[in-house]
């Protein structure tokens, strides 16, 4: 954990203002457990103000940590300091998580995956109730898509203008993807995220020597496009 608030507080301080988590249990295998994700956005939400930063906190509801749907929604009921969480259009039983952040107050983050699965969200109704939706994007699984990255972006946010949504959105990829989505996204003036769990890499192909150090390149790229 003091790892982990250590990494924190270095993005914070590098200009993040949000941190999406894989909570992990004390043997770092990912967990939902309600004691342990509370204890870590208490944690988390104090290293933020040590900081100075009042961080939006936000999770995973992955069906790959508990497959059984009951038990992973009875765990969601039960979650305390948790601003939002990825719910993944993809995943089986989606709008049952959905409905039961809405009842425990933590924000939707639809996790839009390729853009034949805004006929998905469009017919679940919960796209009006979504706090976020995040557009991401892969060339691996689950939909192998293929193109230019920004062409399937602007293919998803066409498809939420045409459906009249305002909700806010944030763009970002995977491996190759990731830099070429944080580049879309700021001409847009959505949020991104990056990180490890995206990619280790700089866009010069370099190593990155940290999560912070992707912050600062992130927002360097952002202060590079601004007019």
């Not at 200009?15 to 309600?34: F, I, K, M, N, Q």
């Not at 490890?196 to 700089?202: K, R, T, W, Y």
């Amino acid at each position: 954990m003091e790892e982990l608030l250590a990494d924190l507080r270095d993005c914070f301080r590098a200009g993040a203002t949000g941190v999406h988590l894989h909570v992990r249990d004390d043997s770092g295998t990912e967990t939902l457990e309600p004691a342990v994700v509370n204890e870590t956005c208490r944690q988390v939400r104090a290293a933020g103000a040590g900081v100075g930063v009042t961080p939006e906190i936000g999770l995973t509801t992955g069906e790959w940590i508990v497959p059984g749907l009951p038990r992973r929604l009875s765990m969601i009921r039960e979650w305390e300091g948790v601003d939002c969480a990825t719910v993944n259009l993809s995943e089986q039983g989606f709008e049952h998580v959905m409905d039961v952040m809405l009842g425990a107050g933590i924000g939707i983050d639809v996790g839009l995956w390729a853009p034949v699965e805004m006929d998905i969200l469009l017919a679940s109704g919960f796209l009006p109730h979504a706090q976020r939706v995040s557009i991401e994007l892969a060339p691996g699984e689950p939909y192998f898509l293929s193109g230019a990255p920004s062409v399937l972006a602007q293919q998803v946010n066409d498809a939420l203008d045409a459906a009249g949504s305002t909700c806010p959105r944030l763009t970002h990829g995977m491996n190759d993807w990731t830099w070429p989505l944080v580049e879309d996204a700021f001409r847009r003036g959505h949020d991104t995220r990056v990180g490890f769990e995206d990619s280790v890499l700089l866009p010069d192909g370099r190593q990155a020597q940290s999560n912070a150090q992707l912050v600062r390149t992130a927002l360097t790229l952002r202060a590079g496009l601004q007019p």
